[in-house]
């Protein structure tokens, strides 16, 4: 097999494979070299329009999808929520001004909230609105904390983690009631002071749910008997 035939296979097994990167860079090294016979050339720009047209019918599924799921967007609560996962993988620069639309038109707050989140991850530099309790709020998104880097919600899962360090499965309830509540409180967040009664508040929660209302007792009498000897000393 000669050198021409090799190259060839090998845009070829790209294209076949979606490998479209691949094949663009190899078809660009040998169109540059100073001297190509006319088949080969022939060859290769065949190629290369097929490249193209892969690239056209992948640029257009895409924009297709983008579509979906900006209509996915503006249906049932489940629908929405569907959405802003899949939007997690995309970058929502390309689509501000529907999520800004989006945002100022009462979405359900589970969804908002991780858009706010995915918002926030990606910083943003762009200003939002949103209403919520009936106060709206207009923030940018690349001044938001993310929630697992917020003050509030890392101390107050320390202070769980401390609390229910013998409880696991207590443990994993508490955190998934702190990620919620943090979550919820988008695009505001919770402070290093209120990181105690936050944490109180999700401790209260799973004790109750779980018939434990005693355990709660106990445990806060003990926090805040050690804050107050720590606030003596």
Not at 69 to 87: I, Y
Not at 177 to 190: G, H
Not at 199 to 214: F, H, I, R
């Amino acid at each position: 097999m000669s050198y021409y035939d090799e190259i060839r296979t090998e845009i070829e097994t790209a294209l076949n494979n979606g490998d479209l990167e691949e094949a663009r860079y190899l078809l660009k090294r040998e169109f540059s070299m100073p001297y190509i016979p006319e088949d080969v050339e022939r060859q290769l720009n065949e190629l290369n329009q097929r490249l193209r047209f892969l690239e056209a019918d992948s640029y257009e599924r895409k924009e297709a999808s983008i579509e979906h799921l900006l209509h996915q967007l503006k249906g049932r609560p489940a629908s929405q929520m569907a959405a802003v996962n899949a939007l997690a993988e995309r970058n929502l620069r390309t689509i501000i001004p529907e999520i800004q639309d989006w945002l100022s038109k009462d979405p359900v707050p589970e969804a908002a909230a991780m858009m706010i989140e995915l918002l926030a991850e990606q910083e943003i530099a762009e200003e939002f609105t949103i209403t919520k309790d009936g106060v709206e709020y207009t923030f940018a998104a690349d001044a938001v904390t993310p929630v697992t880097r917020s003050e509030g919600f890392l101390q107050a899962l320390h202070l769980l983690s401390n609390w229910l360090e013998k409880e696991p499965s207590l443990l994993e309830l508490a955190r998934t009631i702190l990620v919620s509540k943090c979550y919820m409180a988008l695009p505001l967040s919770y402070e290093a002071a209120e990181s105690a009664q936050l944490a109180k508040d999700c401790l209260n929660e799973v004790c109750e749910a779980m018939g434990m209302q005693e355990l709660y007792d106990s445990i806060v009498k003990k926090a805040d008997e050690n804050a107050i000897l720590k606030s003596l000393s």
